[in-house]
């Protein structure tokens, strides 16, 4: 119904702008709008949508570590799929009638956007490629990120490496590390402190925090992001490994016998995954473990 509001706004916009359209009489314009203009808007439309869909897939399925030919081919099954499903439903609803020509404008439209995300992402690969060979020896950018409270001053263990490299520090914001921003300067930033116990507002926060994560990212251009968890660095890290970053992931030290969520999400992103316990190795059988932080 949206969708067909929104068509015929289009078509009486076009009908409207174009003279030769609009001169015509008035029984012919509507036949060439009903026959004509509507279906081919409708199909741009659902082209349109479905090309959307298959960038929102491919850069999904490239937080993984696969082929762009392995997730490319996944993606577009994922949205043939949905394709079929979305004209399934439409024999049940009056006045609709699914089509296989539709199923195939949709997943053309699919394959279009994981072919745009494998252009851009490649393109932006060989451009840092090109600029990481002229400063690789001399100045690694670092990013050194983590939630407040432990998981924090598990990260800040790692101070010796601020020397050996150009790094950059982020956390959440709170009262006991608001001061750190005057100690690092420019080399510091907070993201929007957030809990699982307010789950609404935790919604918004984490949503908030991609697109400051994302902000950062482009601001730094780490080669390498390091972080100890936990659900605060899941979205850089995931914007990180899209964009042909390393991420090195370090599991709590609180936990011996129990993975964390974000643990388990980023063992299957990061390029190395450490743990501190020989236990861990059991739930995390790539890992590596070399003792405690501390």
């Not at 289009?10 to 009908?15: G, T, Y």
């Not at 494998?118 to 840092?128: F, G, N, Q």
Request: net charge positive; proline share 3%.
């Amino acid at each position: 119904m949206i969708l067909a509001i929104q068509v015929g706004r289009v078509v009486k916009f076009i009908s409207e702008i174009i003279p030769a359209i609009k001169n015509m009489p008035e029984d012919e314009k509507i036949e060439f709008q009903n026959n004509v203009m509507q279906p081919i808007i409708r199909k741009v439309a659902h082209f349109s949508i479905y090309t959307l869909l298959g960038i929102f897939l491919m850069n999904f399925m490239i937080t993984f570590k696969r082929s762009f030919y392995q997730v490319g081919l996944l993606s577009t099954f994922l949205g043939f799929i949905y394709a079929c499903s979305d004209e399934l439903h439409q024999l049940f609803i009056p006045g609709r009638s699914g089509e296989f020509f539709d199923i195939c404008i949709d997943t053309f439209g699919v394959i279009t956007g994981i072919i745009i995300v494998t252009i851009v992402v490649k393109l932006y690969r060989k451009i840092i490629h090109k600029t990481r060979k002229i400063k690789l020896d001399k100045d690694i950018n670092v990013l050194f990120i983590s939630s407040t409270g432990g998981h924090f001053s598990e990260l800040m263990q790692l101070k010796s490496l601020f020397n050996e490299c150009n790094f950059h520090i982020v956390t959440e914001k709170t009262p006991s590390n608001k001061n750190l921003k005057a100690q690092y300067g420019k080399r510091f930033d907070f993201l929007i402190y957030g809990t699982k116990k307010t789950p609404i507002s935790y919604i918004f926060i984490l949503l908030a925090n991609c697109f400051i994560s994302l902000y950062i990212y482009l601001k730094v251009r780490p080669q390498i992001v390091i972080t100890t968890g936990t659900h605060t660095a899941g979205s850089m890290c995931c914007i990180a490994k899209i964009l042909g970053s390393k991420i090195i992931y370090i599991e709590t030290f609180a936990n011996r016998n129990t993975k964390t969520q974000t643990g388990s999400l980023l063992y299957f992103l990061a390029d190395s995954f450490i743990v501190q316990w020989d236990e861990m190795l059991q739930l995390y059988p790539k890992a590596k473990c070399f003792g405690w932080i501390y």
